[in-house]
């Protein structure tokens, strides 16, 4: 390996690359521990794929990729051919990998749920309350020496306490989020997704209950028909949905007129899930339409124009950085492919936190296409 590769434990049985530092230290504990020889790039730019093909080499038994790489027949065909037989990507989102091309070559792919949830959750009410007070704008002023004092008009936001809160997507993140606002700032929720959402329907009839019991208004839950009437009811739109083919661009130029034109749009998803360009067009118009981005269309560039809108909130994808978030995510990454290696069973339980203490089980936390490969439990 060149000098942009660093390698652990060079005697192990197995090789593994790790195509980015990952934090922490105990990943790599995982991954010796299951004999493994661990060769970790050192480069902070995206690789492509054929420096990944050329890092494989013709013996690379494991690898852990990035969510900004792009593992595909290309990849999943070298690594066959260098003796794979795991892989696990550094996220719980997979749009990518080709999961096709992945089974075709007989290669289980992990990915890391379970440790995202309430961190990204977080993060999306932090861009909420960023977009919804302007906080861009005023710590902009701020720190440009514009501030004179006190004035009666000065960065007027949105209150969001009794508002109606629009999820798109009502899986766990969404879920979260959205019991995280109706929580501490009494919106109701409406919510769009492929299914019913009982527990998040349960948890505010249930939290409605406690309002009323202290005298407080009530708050409401229900799913929305279709996404434009989400889009039409809720004075904070929040997207938590997978990315695919249905969900590619699902907010356009359209869909962004239904929306209240002092609304707020927040995304911690998936870029694409936004035309972007449209959304450029749409803040300009409607300069009390505010938006929070975590995510962006084109990764790491930004559409032209959206650094210079007020408002609207970027940050560098760090809906899942906090430590703990991130160095959970590593483990289970290490122990997909230690487990795989090794012949470990599935683990096929949703509580992962257990692979986060002291000894790890000797299982394999989350494989993707399982049931494509007939591993499931």
């Known amino acids: ?61 494991g690898a852990i990729g990035q969510l900004t790489e792009t593992w595909g027949e290309t990849l999943f065909t070298a690594l066959k051919a260098a003796g794979g037989t795991a892989y696990s990507n550094y996220a719980v989102g997979y749009n990518n990998v080709d999961l096709e091309a992945a089974t075709r070559a007989d290669i289980p792919v992990g990915n890391t749920p379970g440790v995202l949830t309430e961190t990204t959750a977080e993060m999306a009410v932090a861009l909420t309350f960023a977009a919804a007070r302007r906080l861009g704008e005023a710590e902009r002023f701020m720190r440009a020496g514009c501030y004179a004092g006190w004035l009666p008009d000065l960065f007027l936001g949105n209150l969001l306490n009794g508002k109606t809160l629009g999820i798109i997507g009502a899986g766990r993140i969404g879920t979260a989020y959205a019991c995280m606002m109706v929580q501490g700032h009494g919106m109701s929720v409406v919510y769009y997704d492929l299914s019913d959402n009982s527990e998040l329907e349960n948890f505010v009839s249930d939290f409605s209950k406690f309002r009323d019991a202290r005298g407080l208004p009530p708050v409401t839950c229900r799913r929305a028909v279709d996404l434009e009437a989400l889009l039409k009811a809720a004075d904070c739109v929040s997207i938590h949905t997978v990315l695919d083919d249905s969900t590619h661009h699902l907010i356009d130029a359209h869909a962004l007129a239904l929306i209240k034109t002092d609304a707020i749009l927040i995304n911690t998803s998936r870029g694409p899930v936004i035309d972007e360009a449209a959304l450029v067009d749409h803040c300009r118009n409607h300069p009390d339409f505010r938006v929070g981005l975590d995510v962006f269309e084109h990764e790491p ?77």
Request: aromatic fraction near 4%.
């Open 301 to 377: 560039a930004m559409a032209a124009g959206l650094d210079q809108l007020d408002n609207v909130i970027v940050v560098p994808h760090i809906a899942s950085a906090t430590r703990w978030t991130r160095e959970g995510m590593a483990i289970l990454a290490a122990c997909n492919v230690a487990g795989l290696l090794r012949g470990d069973p599935l683990w096929g339980k949703p509580d992962i936190l257990p692979f986060l203490g002291d000894q790890s089980p000797r299982a394999i936390p989350s494989i993707v296409n399982a049931d494509e490969l007939g591993i499931a439990p």
């Open 1 to 61: 390996m060149n000098q942009s590769w660093h390698t652990h434990n060079p005697n192990g049985k197995y090789r593994v690359i790790v195509t980015k530092t990952l934090p922490g230290s105990r990943w790599i504990d995982i991954l010796a521990a299951a004999d493994c020889r661990v060769d970790v790039c050192q480069e902070k730019s995206v690789l492509d794929i054929e420096t990944i093909r050329a890092a494989m080499g013709n013996r690379c038994h």
